[in-house]
């Protein structure tokens, strides 16, 4: 049997069993497609491949594409002012706690950039297990902020770690900023146009179409702002996300598409790339003297920092309990996490030791916090139940 032959049968085996070991488990499916890339990799049943590495990439592409499509631009554009300010500077406070870190620990500028980083794409799991919590709610309005925010920092930390401080970095920074600018006049632009003619929406997207023209856009869209990225020479999984957007944004009406989108990708795209991950991982990596305590330091002060942030929401969320899973929720920044360290790694801005710490921390991140909320949740659970049976 062929190497390729083989890499596909491992890899169409994994994505099929590993929802089946998260039911039994009441372990997240992202964890489980890291852990079995990684033994599948260990017995050599995955290796090199370029058309691995290619499918892998696109489905990273895909998952900050489904990221994205999390951004409703309108929402954020009404949120309070209050509290668009405390998220301000809760991601602020991330910031300056994690460069304290760095500093007093003598560690490299790119923990400043890691450690954080948020990423919502978990909170879907949270929301679908826990429903409309109000703490789930606050932390989607807040993990906004803070992705965006991520989102960009990737994009500049990319420039940087590709050209250094050099002309060509500033000429990247100042093609960003257009970029942005362009984004807010097409924004308002089309915002305008499909206020005036509402039939636009359905000319692009019928209601009633069995041609599936609202995947077919979605996907056009998709790899015309890669394209795009590409051209700019901009990290392409910026404008992977700004396509999520702008999907999300412009064709709210299309209740389903945003789960079709979803079932398309995390049904065989996405873990490709998780599975991937794993693959990268060497098993044999863990018996390196000090690395489960540098992934366990590393998981440690990215939950307490935002335990710490988190704080600040305390009166919003009436209590401490509330408060700690608001922390926990955004301590899972599972793929922008493995996405900066693995561009950290190719880049050489971290060693290999550092990059499977990364990595064996963002699975350990997933971990607790997912039992650790379950825990709370269960707690909060039993209180409300006492005065009721009383």
Known sequence: MSSDISIIIVISIIIFI?????????????????????????????????????????????????????????????????????????????????????????????????????????????????????????????????????????????????????????????????VFIGLAVVYKFFHNLVWWYPEIRQKLMPKYDHTEQDIR???????????????????????????????RTFFEDKKELPSKLEHFGFGWLVPIFFISIGASFDLDSIMINGLIFTAVWITFSMIVIRLISSLLFIKELGGILKTILFGLSHSMPLTLLIAVATLAFHNRSIDQFHYYAFILASILEVLIGMVVIRLIEKKISQKKAKPLEA
Do not use: C
């Open 18 to 178: 590993s929802p089946l070991i998260s039911k039994k488990t009441h372990i997240p499916t992202i964890p489980i497609e890291i852990v079995l890339g990684s033994i599948a990799a260990f017995f050599h049943l995955l290796h090199h491949n370029h058309i691995f590495e290619l499918v892998a990439e696109l489905g990273f592409l895909y998952l900050m594409f489904l990221a994205g499509l999390e951004v409703d631009l309108r929402k954020l554009f009404k949120i309070p002012k209050e509290l668009l300010k405390k998220g301000s500077l809760y991601v602020i406070l991330l910031y300056v706690l994690s460069t304290a870190i760095a500093l007093y620990f003598d560690l490299g500028k790119i923990f400043i950039v890691i450690m954080p980083l948020i990423s919502i794409g978990l909170l879907a799991a949270l929301k679908k297990e826990y429903g409309e919590q109000p703490w789930i709610e606050l932390s989607i309005t807040v993990g906004l902020i803070g992705e965006i925010v991520s989102i960009t920092v990737l994009t500049i930390v990319s420039a940087k770690m590709e050209f250094g401080i050099t002309p060509e970095f500033y000429k990247t920074l100042l093609i960003l900023v257009f």
């Open 217 to 247: 856009l979605s996907m056009t869209t998709f790899f015309l702002m890669i394209a795009l990225m590409l051209y700019l020479n901009l990290e392409v999984a910026f404008g992977a996300f700004v396509a999520g957007v702008f999907i």
